[in-house]
């Protein structure tokens, strides 16, 4: 048996490897040194090697990276429920639906960290320009030049850092939700892409199909058709009142087949606008995202043409960064429109 400190150890640390590869650089030493992505994966390669070595003995296998398809979760989920759920339920769909939902979330937290990262290398590549302008004597390397760059460099490391650990907790609401233990030597990575994609849409299609489908209104219907049927057994000497009686049954029965019809096209309804309006932010933020990137690229050349000021160059990579998350986050919310009209379609 190996030692379990021994094998934590080099689980932890593959899993520190594993989020600085994803996002494409480990977190700056106190040197502020980055490495290469190679050196990086040289040394997750290094450590699963070595854990893989140690665990063999034991019959076991450990990865790093774990890649999964948001079907693949889906399916894990139904596999590892505490009771059987039957297709076409609304158990199922119901845990179909909090699958996708985590599934897109850590796929948000992760375009998330690697948006920080790119926001804290470019706020650490000013900082270090500063610094250059410093060293030879230029006016850009003022002191109070300098340590406004050097703040801005941590503050934008300590939104990287804090992105990293919603990464993780991301990550364990979507192993709680599939039925997995919270801890192992994996990091699940999701690697659908959402989708971006205007979607089609039928309203008519959509409403037939969400009515036959609705087991409230089927059942409903069927009430209608009982009380309807009750109607024709009543002859003419049966007394008045019971008629009338059963009249008013039938009447409420369509009365309520009606409001349930209404409130399920309200719903369809809610789903359609939030799918149109969650498109057209989509849309929105990633023009405003690519204008801030060409804003940053004039501003910088005019820094470095001594044309503008530090602060301005620090205020235009902010805004780069936050269009960044923004136009990602309009993704995932779109994606989730989606996931929640099939969700009123599907059987109740």
Known sequence: MIRQDRKWAL???ILALVVAFTIG?????????K????????????????????????????????????EEAVQMGLRNSTRPLEANTQA???????????YWNLSYAYHRLESTRSGRDAAYQTWKQTKTYQE?????????HLTQAEQNYFAARQQME???????????????IVGLASTDNRLIRPIDNPTTEPMKLDWHGTLLEAFSLSSELRKQKREVEQREHELTTFSGQQEQAAVRNAQLQLARAKAILREQELELTRQLADSYRDISLTHQQMRTALAAYRVSSEEVQAVRTA??????????????????????????????????AISSL???IMPD
């Open 92 to 102: 199922y769909w119901n845990l179909r639906s909090d699958v996708e939902k985590a």
């Open 11 to 13: 689980r932890w640390k």
């Open 25 to 33: 650089t480990a977190t700056l030493t106190d040197a502020q040194e």
């Open 35 to 70: 490495r290469t992505v190679a050196e990086i994966q040289a040394d997750i390669d290094k450590l699963q090697v070595e854990l893989r070595e140690a665990m063999v003995a034991e019959g076991s296998h450990a990865e790093a990276l774990w890649d999964l398809t948001l």
């Open 162 to 176: 804090r992105a990293q650990n919603n990464l993780f907790r991301a990550e364990a609401v979507l192993r709680y």
């Open 136 to 144: 030879i004597g230029d006016r850009r390397g003022m002191a109070q």
């Open 303 to 336: 820094y470095e043409q001594n044309t503008t000021t530090l602060d301005q160059l620090l205020q235009a990579q902010r805004r780069q960064s936050e269009s960044n998350t923004m136009y990602y986050s309009s993704v995932i919310d779109y994606n989730l």
């Open 342 to 344: 099939h969700r009123r």
